[in-house]
């Protein structure tokens, strides 16, 4: 399973961007994607996730100001991010859980490669 994540990018606070993942690789269904972050100097942590039924859970440094959302029939899981804040500066990383690829099951998660998202102050 291949995840390619798009849209990072330079703005400033107050600003917004909206993330794409896109899942490949003979997928059937994914149960869940998501979007963690890491910033320099700090550990991965969770911006949200979302199910295949649409049930999603953010971090809370990022509730009311981020959106996410997903297409299950393209594999692809989309973050909106508005308001954005200095303290957003992070590599966002796209991830898949609970794959169903051809006849296998794969419980594990699959990442991406990671987004820059900068924000200037």
């Known amino acids: 399973v291949q995840l390619q994540a798009s849209g990072g990018g330079l703005v400033q606070a107050g600003g917004s961007l909206r993330l794409s993942c896109a899942a490949s690789?003979?997928?059937?269904?994914?149960?869940?994607m998501g979007w963690y972050r890491q910033a320099p100097g700090k550990s991965r942590e969770l911006v949200a996730t979302?199910?295949?039924?649409?049930?999603?859970n953010y971090g809370d440094s990022v509730k009311g100001r981020f959106t996410i959302s997903s297409d299950n029939g393209k594999n692809m899981v989309y973050l909106q991010m508005n308001s954005l804040k200095p303290e957003d500066t992070a590599l966002y990383y796209c991830?898949?859980?609970?794959?169903?690829?051809?006849?296998?099951?794969?419980?594990?998660?699959?990442w991406g490669q990671g987004t820059l998202v900068t924000v200037s102050s």
């Open positions: 991830n898949a859980a609970g794959v169903y690829r051809g006849s296998h099951f794969y419980p594990n998660a699959f």
């Open positions: 690789g003979s997928i059937v269904r994914i149960n869940v």
């Open positions: 979302i199910t295949n039924t649409g049930s999603s």
